[in-house]
């Protein structure tokens, strides 16, 4: 009953990315349709119109093999290495600026909304 339940809550988080995929194709909007459907399952989740609990053991079980979804875009590097040839420093020096620049900013938005949720 477990995996149907996790099945279940997979799908129901597959029909958001591919309802924000439809909307963005449809209005020919900007902003990819992944991140389209992540907003809506955010305003859904906020509005109370989906429990947490709903899509909970679904989401941590893609959280969990998370890593795995990396490995080919990894390997797909490696057919593009001339690319990388005499840019290789910069682009090393960019993704280490880029990381901390967001691990800052989640960081400092996090601190803020425990503090604000404080008052």
């Given at each position: 009953m477990n995996i149907v339940r996790m099945i279940i809550q997979i799908s129901f988080l597959y029909v958001l990315y591919l309802l924000g995929?439809?909307?963005?194709?449809?209005?020919?909007?900007?902003i990819p349709?992944?991140?389209?459907?992540m907003l809506l399952l955010f305003i859904l989740l906020l509005t109370n119109v989906i429990k947490q609990d709903w899509i909970k053991?679904?989401?941590?079980?893609?959280?969990?093999?998370?890593?795995?979804?990396?490995?080919?875009?990894?390997?797909?590097?490696?057919?593009?290495l001339d690319l990388f040839k005499g840019k290789g420093l910069v682009i090393i020096v960019i993704v280490l600026i880029s990381t901390i620049l967001?691990?800052?900013?989640?960081?400092?938005?996090?601190?803020?909304?425990?503090?604000?949720?404080?008052?």
């Open positions: 995929v439809f909307i963005q194709k449809t209005f020919h909007l900007f349709g992944s991140i389209i459907g053991a679904g989401s941590l079980l893609l959280i969990r093999y998370l890593p795995l979804f990396f490995v080919p875009v990894t390997v797909g590097i490696m057919n593009y967001v691990m800052m900013g989640t960081g400092w938005i996090s601190q803020w909304l425990v503090r604000r949720q404080e008052e």
